[in-house]
């Protein structure tokens, strides 16, 4: 890596496919070698978990909401700067939306272009959550998402230069060779590799080789934006931010297991295939950065505590980050049932909705587009 210049990686993938998980542990990684760190995250809407889980671990992150990096390529720089200005970091890490594609010719390239020779640009890694992977090519039966949404998917592994089998202790070997093979002969001269964020598998070479690769120059994929905009939109986005307080303590881990479990009840009824199901919950009485997290990736898996509070909590803010394929006014009714379900079942807490947002994102028009 140049003395003079920062290193730019962004880690791109599905909804659900482990990005900020591996965003985090890659932080963590380059900042036990000495380097410094700045982190950029990016979604359709503000108030996001991704960022708090982040900003929780201590490290400097820019948040940017209203559309994709694509969409918003001066607030990526601006974001950019800002941290520069503040932290003077040696590496950015960006962090794309989830349904985003087409990132090489509008993010990477234009960013080389316009700003080589303030950064090094590394491969574009795209990570895939492997039983969704499993089930978009054909490997399994299960629940998935319709052909347009499956074309955005599929868009997001042509244009990678590393495909990233993540969570691979979800599958057996077998079943990751398998997989790994599939994509190989489906994306012919993509790098295939597994990692385990969960175990640390495979991430030492994957870290490396963002750190040391360029990525490499070649024609910009053919996308079709009108097929893309309508993937997009069959995708509901919710955020939401609530106040939870009790007259007696309550026990935030299990809330946020019996409120998820709710949801994912009520949403797999409504036929709502889940891409992304995430929350965070900070106690107002808790030290800074504490929190406790909870993720859902699929209808059908379980709903996995990340982060616990040790403590029972008096009250806090709970942050709902929700996007599924289904209707957005619909997803937020099944999230305030849920909450109405939920609150009763434990004793004297009060869940007070302060602020939603429930949408599906617009068509996406590019701020650049190199060839």
Known sequence: MSSTKARYIMIGGFLGAGKTTTVGKLAHYLSDQGLKVGLITNDQAGSLVDTKLLRGQGFATEEIAGGCFCCRFGSLVDAAG??????????????????????????????????????????????????????????????????????????????????????????????????????????????????????????????????????????????????????????????????????DEFEANDFLKALAAEAQQRLRAMNAEIAHFKMTYSPDDGIAGELASINLVRSDSTPELGMELDEPSEGGQLIINLRAEGDPASLMQAVHDSLAATTPKFASLTATLEHEEHFRPGKPTPTHRDA
């Open 82 to 247: 800002r941290l520069a200005e503040s932290e003077r970091p040696d590496v950015f890490i960006a962090e794309p939306v989830g349904s985003c594609t087409d990132l090489v010719a509008t993010v990477t390239y234009p960013l080389r272009r316009m700003y080589g020779d303030a950064f090094t640009i590394a491969p574009l890694a795209v990570l895939v959550d492997p039983v969704r992977a499993r089930r978009v090519l054909g490997l399994d039966a299960g629940g998935s998402f319709s052909s347009k949404v499956v074309y955005i998917f599929k868009k997001q592994l042509e244009e990678a230069d590393i495909i990233v089998i993540s969570k691979s202790d979800l599958v057996s070997a077998a079943e990751r060779e398998e997989l790994k093979a599939a994509l190989e002969r489906e994306f012919p001269g993509t790098k295939v590799m597994n990692v385990s964020p969960r175990s640390g598998e495979g991430l030492t070479e994957l870290f490396d080789q963002l750190m040391t690769d360029e990525q490499a120059k070649k024609s910009s994929m053919l996308v079709d934006y009108e097929v893309y905009a309508e993937g997009e939109a069959l995708l509901g986005w919710l955020n939401a931010t609530v106040s939870l307080a009790a007259a």
